[in-house]
């Protein structure tokens, strides 16, 4: 991003969290739902589902995989695809269908994956009510969601800031930006929730 930019994006924060913060609902444990734990999604050598496979259902720390993936089939949850094992380097989020992770020339090398939500955990599902801003260089989101549900600022392990900014960097690149400038924690009950975080287009 050149300054110009940043200083746009930056410059954008208070107006976009002025115009798009909203209060805590006080009926929102009323309306929680409980989320599967955990997921099932299917990754593929090639685009379109096709040639080898790897069925997962569970926390994978080393797919010892021999090929790039292409593709995934998301049965149920969310999840998180990293190029090393133990969920290291870079890693991207996938909560549907993908019949192109990249390219058809090239795949994503994945060496091991995860759920969002612990396999087995006890994880009550809340509601978003995302309020989005959108602007020229940036966008702001209130509740970060994934089909419907917040999303974890650490959906695996001891929560961090610099875990809650790696989750809300992987969400804002499912939605088609470069990463997070500025994100959030929010606590709700006993799960700590990305919140007001600021999508932006460019180097961050």
Not at 5 to 34: C, E, F, H, T, Y
Not at 97 to 102: E, G, K
Not at 109 to 133: C, H, L, N, W, Y
Not at 162 to 173: H, K, L, S
Request: net charge positive; with cysteine.
């Amino acid at each position: 991003m050149n300054a110009i930019a940043k200083r746009a994006a930056l410059a954008a924060i208070p107006l976009l969290a002025g115009a798009a913060l909203v209060s805590a609902d006080a009926g929102l444990a009323q309306d929680d739902k409980m989320a599967r734990p955990g997921g099932e999604a299917t990754i593929y050598r090639d685009a379109d589902y096709r040639g080898p496979a790897v069925y997962v259902g569970e926390a994978k720390a080393n797919l010892g995989l021999a090929w790039p993936v292409n593709s995934i089939r998301v049965k149920s949850g969310t999840w998180e695809l990293c190029e090393r094992p133990n969920f290291q380097g870079t890693c991207r989020t996938y909560d549907r269908n993908t019949p192109v992770l990249l390219s058809r020339s090239s795949g994503l090398t994945i060496q091991s994956m995860r759920p969002s939500v612990p396999s087995g955990g006890s994880f009550i599902g809340v509601e978003a009510r995302d309020k989005v801003t959108t602007g020229t260089f940036a966008e702001f989101h209130t509740e970060p969601a994934a089909r419907g549900y917040r999303i974890p600022a650490c959906p695996v392990g001891r929560v961090t800031a610099n875990c809650a900014a790696r989750t809300a960097d992987n969400y804002c690149r499912t939605i088609g930006w470069n990463g997070s400038a500025r994100e959030h924690m929010q606590t709700v009950g006993r799960v700590v929730f990305l919140a007001d975080v600021l999508c932006v287009k460019s180097n961050y």
